[in-house]
Each structure stands twice: as C-alpha cells, then as structure tokens.
C-alpha cells in the first residue's frame, strides 16, 4: 500500500512529466518550424539564383543588343554608324564587348545588395525599381481587380453548373467558360476595340487608349478618377473575360467531386438543408483546389499583360516589358522578370498558408 506521502507525491511528479512532455513537444514543433522556414529560405534563394541566370543568359541570346538598337536610330538622323557607336558606349554606359563571365558576375552582385540597375536605352540612368515603381500602381488597377472579380465570377458559375449539372444552364456556363477560355486575349482586345468604338460607338476611341484623358490634372480628384475608371473598362473587361472561363471550369469540376464524397451524402442523410450543405461543405472545400492557382495568378499580376497593356496603350509593367524587349534594355526585361519571380514566390508562400488555415489536414501534414 503506498503512504500518505506518495499518494500526494504522486500528482506533483505526473505534473512535471507531463510538463516535461508539453515542453518536449513545443520545442519539437519549434525545429519542425524552423526547419520548414529554412527549407523555405534555401528554395527560394535557389529559385531567384535559377531564374536570374537563366533570364541573363537568355537576354543575351537574342539577336542585337542596346548599342545595335541606338545605332541603328541615330543612323536615321544622318549620323554614321561610327559616329552612332561611339556616342552609345558614352551615353549608354555599357560595353558589350564585356566578356558574359564578367556581366554575370556584375549582375549577380548588384541583386544581392537588391539593385535592380538601371535603365540603358529606355531611361538612360533612371533605375529599374524606380521604372517598375512608376507603372506597377496601373497594372495592379487593371489586372488586379479584373483578376480579383474574374476569379468569384467564376467561382460562382462553377458552382451553379455543379449544382445544375446536366441541365441547359450547365451546359451553356460550360461551353460559354471553354469558349471564353481559348480566345487569346489579343484577339478579344480587337474584337472589343473594334465594336466597342467602331461599330456599335458605345466608347470614344480616346477612352481606348491610354490609362487617362491627357487633358486630366493626374491627383487626387474627381475629374481623373472618373477619366481613369473610363479607361480601364476596356482592358479590364478583356482580362475578366479571358479569366473567368478557367476558373468557373475548374470550380465546375472541383465541385462535382466534392458533391460526390461520403461526408455530402452523409449531411443529407442527417435531413441538412441544401443551403448549408452548399455553404459549408461545398463551397469551401472546392475552393480549396483553386487556393494555390489564384494566388500564383496574383503574383504574376506585377507582370501585367504584355499584350493587352499594348494594344490599349495602357501604361503597366506589361508594356515596360514590352518596350524594353524591343529596344532589347537588358536591365529593365531583368528587373521585371526578378520582380514577377519575387511576388509569384511571396504569393505562393502565402497561398501554402491560406491552404493550412483552410484545410487542416495539410497542417498535420506539415508538422509531422
């Protein structure tokens, strides 16, 4: 028979075992976390030293380079390809004749201490984050918003083809999202250009084509706000439309499979309404496929659209990249693609978090 002394030793030592147990399993969690977020660390550091060489080397792979581009321009005004070449090496402050080793080495250099460098044709001078700064706020406008309403109008078409499948309001959502999803954006910005303006004249050409009215004072009042809603119809209309049919197929399907899982079943068994059983166990758990998607979708926003943002002269990161392209500025077309690789990083860092808040099972998964 144990004394008085160990009945009221025993709770005190269960106490601190199962202290000892609680700190045990805390510092456990503690280096599963911290080697996730170092694992994490070294991935990302790995994927921006992969895409920053290989946007380097295949930059340079192109046919002509800046001096090719600003020769060739003073040799319309009269001046020889000579006189040209001499005048770019002193104003472009770049050699070409500079060994690959050697720029890559500079380059790599200038990104670790987070320098983007700067402009050699575009700007001569101006720097690249300064550039992608100055046009990042119109494109998030336009392809941010438009991405942000295509993405829950398709949701919520997904959802109703799900729920009417079979039925014509299945298949015209259907047809209507695959249609939508294979025209190219260029050709819908044409098409849209031309009946909007042209046939139908429901919006003035001038609406079409820049982010403001030239005539607007840029600030904070009512006259340009007003002007740059007016233009970002067009484009943002394109970019809803050339989205939405993706989404609302992949919600379509994601939804079809939910409704078919035993836990669906088993909550019309219990007599559930179809409201709760569509809110709460549906929806959220076919969004779930579409988590990792649309986050990736955000982050490649800060690239524009190359495209779109050229046909409508619209003054985004996208027609940055374009110009720079074509006037072959390598340190503008690497600072945009660095830039899209850093936020499609951080969104895809934020859509694993999103991912374990929604779904706890991935969570169990991350610290076992």
């Not at 294979?182 to 849209?192: A, H, Q």
């Not at 002007?227 to 119809?233: G, K, Y």
């Not at 929806?283 to 926003?301: D, E, H, K, W, Y």
Request: charged fraction near 15%; aromatic fraction near 8%.
């Amino acid at each position: 028979m144990p004394t008085n002394g160990a009945q009221t030793a025993s709770p005190s030592a269960r106490d601190r075992d199962q202290g000892a147990s609680r700190r045990a399993s805390g510092f456990g969690v503690v280096r599963q976390l911290a080697a996730f977020l170092v694992r994490a660390v070294l991935r990302t550091v790995l994927m921006l030293w992969l895409v920053a060489s290989v946007t380097f080397l295949a930059i340079r792979a192109l046919p002509g380079n800046p001096v090719d581009v600003w020769v060739q321009d003073m040799q319309g005004t009269g001046m020889t390809a000579a006189q040209a070449e001499k005048q770019a090496t002193r104003l472009l402050n770049i050699d070409v004749n500079e060994s690959l080793w050697s720029q890559y080495v500079s380059y790599l250099n200038n990104l670790l201490r987070g320098d983007l460098g700067q402009s050699v044709i575009l700007s001569p001078g101006t720097p690249v984050s300064e550039m992608i700064g100055d046009r990042l706020g119109w494109t998030l406008f336009s392809v941010g918003f438009a991405l942000i309403i295509g993405f829950f109008i398709g949701l919520y078409l997904g959802g109703i083809a799900a729920y009417r499948r079979g039925s014509w309001l299945d298949r015209v959502i259907t047809n209507g999202s695959a249609l939508m999803d294979s025209i190219p954006p260029v050709l819908l910005g044409i098409l849209l250009t031309f009946y909007l303006s042209v046939v139908w004249d429901l919006v003035p050409v001038q609406n079409l084509r820049g982010a403001y009215s030239p005539d607007v004072q840029p600030g904070p009042n009512l006259d340009f706000v007003l002007s740059a809603l007016a233009h970002v119809i067009a484009p943002g209309t394109v970019y809803i439309l050339t989205s939405v049919g993706a989404w609302a197929l992949i919600m379509r399907s994601s939804a079809l499979s939910v409704l078919g899982d035993d836990y669906v079943k088993q909550g019309r068994a219990r007599g559930l309404s179809e409201r709760t059983i569509r809110v709460s166990y549906v929806q959220r758990n076919a969004r779930l496929p579409l988590v990792t998607g649309f986050a990736i979708s955000m982050g490649f926003v800060v690239s524009g659209s190359v495209l779109v943002e050229e046909i409508f002269v619209y003054p985004g990161v996208g027609q940055l990249l374009a110009d720079a392209l074509a006037r072959r500025d390598y340190t503008v077309m690497q600072g945009v693609v660095i830039a899209t690789t850093i936020t499609v990083l951080i969104a895809t860092a934020v859509a694993d978090a999103l991912y374990g808040w929604l779904d706890p099972r991935t969570r169990i998964e991350v610290s076992s």
